[in-house]
């Protein structure tokens, strides 16, 4: 079956059989990939079909959350006969320097930035030229602070494999 998730440059095979449209009575088994970017290739001719993609094959290809097809193609037919999801990560042999903190993270240092730059301040908003400018208030920045830790400890716990147990009396 189709892999779920990728890294990018990584190499990678799976099989999958298709008893109705067999590679020996002409059928070929074709995907196509649509997401950040696109991407096709044939399946090998064999009962199950084999997808075998080598790491130079897929070194290139963009990170992000794709939609696969396969496709039975014989002559001018084509039946789809699958689809699903794949998660394409990034070659982490060529990648960048990236920001891997959650969403969380990253927010909550945001909301206290503006906090910190908010405090000396204390103009809620002001005009200049016509152009005015209001700023989030702090009780909301606050808010958002809090909101963002909360679901920050939630993604910890779940992280970490705490379950939390609720005791019911009776």
């Known amino acids: 079956m189709e892999p779920a998730n990728l890294h990018a ?26 997401g950040p970017a696109s991407y096709s290739f044939e399946a090998a001719a064999a009962a199950p079909y084999l997808v075998e993609l080598s790491t130079s094959e897929t070194a290139e ?16 037919q084509r039946i789809t006969v699958a689809s699903g999801l794949i998660q394409v990560e990034p070659n982490w042999q060529t990648a960048g320097p990236a920001d891997m903190r959650s969403h969380a993270t990253r927010m909550i240092a945001l909301i206290e930035l503006a906090l910190e730059k908010r405090i000396p301040k204390d103009q809620q908003s002001y005009e200049i030229d016509g152009q005015q400018l209001t700023r989030i208030p702090v009780e909301r920045l606050r808010e958002l602070r809090l909101q963002y830790q909360r679901e920050l400890a939630q993604l910890r716990r779940k992280g970490s494999g705490l379950v939390r147990h609720l005791r019911v009396g009776v």
Not at 61 to 76: N, Q, T
Request: charged share 15%; no cysteine; glycine share 10%.
């Open 9 to 34: 440059g990584d190499s990678i095979a799976w099989s999958r059989d298709v008893p109705a449209f067999p590679a020996a009575s002409g059928w070929a088994l074709h995907y196509a990939l649509n």
């Open 61 to 76: 290809w963009v990170p992000g959350l794709y939609r696969w097809v396969a496709m039975a193609i014989k002559g001018d």
